[in-house]
């Protein structure tokens, strides 16, 4: 599928980009791999890594930018929507940049997808997005709804809007761990709140999942990776194992659990062996056999959250990835 086609990755030079970047030129064979992104720099420095790949290309632009869009997207298969505003506090502050970013630059790219004919656009959300309380998953949530609704304008076109949404990558730029690595020879740490939990993701696992909904999507589904969760103050425990924990209190928009799934969208959420996938609640496609496949329904009182996780991320495991991955993280702190 994959194999002698043109994929398009907006924001491609972020921690995801450059995994999934290194994933296709490995695993596939495309005729051409666009990076789109607004940073020449970030460019210009990825570009050092592939001295030799003529399958590889780079293309300055804004997804803001409708017409600089569809100069990119002309004869593009395959698209992957990485780009986004995504630090909280910076969205509060700064809404109006968020909202062109994220709302319109996403109505943006899918505007120039149907036009242009592309089969399939996988974006990427994030569990703010569900039940969101700040501005940025906000945004993400109305970005996901976009996405979604845009399958009803197909039409006769061969086009597939779908979303994955992901927890904390691990290791990625401006993530927890990069942080706690930054100030691991402080005496203290700050910490927001003592019970704060998160989900982590590996950025090979995020990759994985936007494999395997390309491949997957008959249009409008979320793709839910199931993951573990940890407790925060574990985590700090883990990479500053001797420092005095400061308690600094929550910080605007942020949540002291994160939810991937919500009570609401119990009734649409079907359950497979490595990921959950939510079904579009519009146009009765929640129902369609051809979208639910193997899956199983969830019980009604359903919820994905990150203190109420089966699986958690043991201190042991995490050792074992930080130093496997410490090459990671101290680029993305080196940033």
């Given at each position: ?314 201190q042991e495991t995490l050792k074992e990835w930080l130093q496997k991955n ?10």
């Open positions: 599928m994959i194999d002698k086609s043109t994929i398009l990755i907006t924001g491609g030079t972020g921690s995801f980009g450059k995994k999934f970047v290194e994933y296709i030129l490995n695993e596939y064979n495309p005729r051409k791999l666009i990076v789109f992104s607004r940073d020449e720099m970030k460019q210009w420095e990825m570009s050092q890594l592939y001295p030799n790949e003529k399958r590889l290309r780079f293309f300055i632009g804004d997804i803001r930018d409708k017409d600089r869009l569809k100069l990119a997207i002309n004869n593009v298969d395959y698209v992957v929507h990485a780009a986004a505003t995504k630090i909280i506090p910076t969205a509060e502050y700064d809404p109006f940049e968020c909202v062109k970013t994220n709302i319109n630059g996403a109505m943006n790219l899918i505007e120039v997808c149907l036009e242009k004919q592309v089969k399939r656009i996988i974006a990427l959300s994030t569990d703010k997005a569900s039940s969101p309380i700040n501005l940025y998953g906000a945004t993400k949530l109305a970005s996901d709804k976009l996405f979604i609704a845009a399958n009803s304008y197909s039409g006769e076109r061969d086009t597939k809007f779908a979303v994955v949404r992901y927890g904390n990558v691990m290791g990625s730029r401006g993530s927890v761990i990069p942080f706690f690595n930054s100030i691991k020879n402080n005496t203290t740490v700050p910490i927001t709140h003592p019970d704060m939990t998160r989900f982590m993701m590996t950025l090979d696992a995020s990759v994985d999942l936007v494999d395997f909904a390309l491949k997957d999507t008959v249009g409008g589904e979320i793709y839910v990776k199931k993951i573990p969760s940890i407790k925060v103050t574990d985590l700090a425990r883990t990479i500053i194992p001797n420092a005095e924990h400061i308690i600094t209190g929550i910080r605007p928009g942020e949540k002291i659990h994160e939810q991937m799934i919500g009570y609401e969208d119990a009734r649409y959420t079907y359950e497979y062996d490595t990921f959950y996938k939510i079904l579009p609640s519009i146009n009765s496609w929640y129902s369609d056999p051809a979208r639910i496949k193997n899956g199983k329904k969830v019980r009604s009182d359903f919820a994905y959250t990150s203190d109420s996780n089966t699986d958690w991320l043991s410490k090459g990671l993280i101290e680029t993305e702190i080196a940033k």
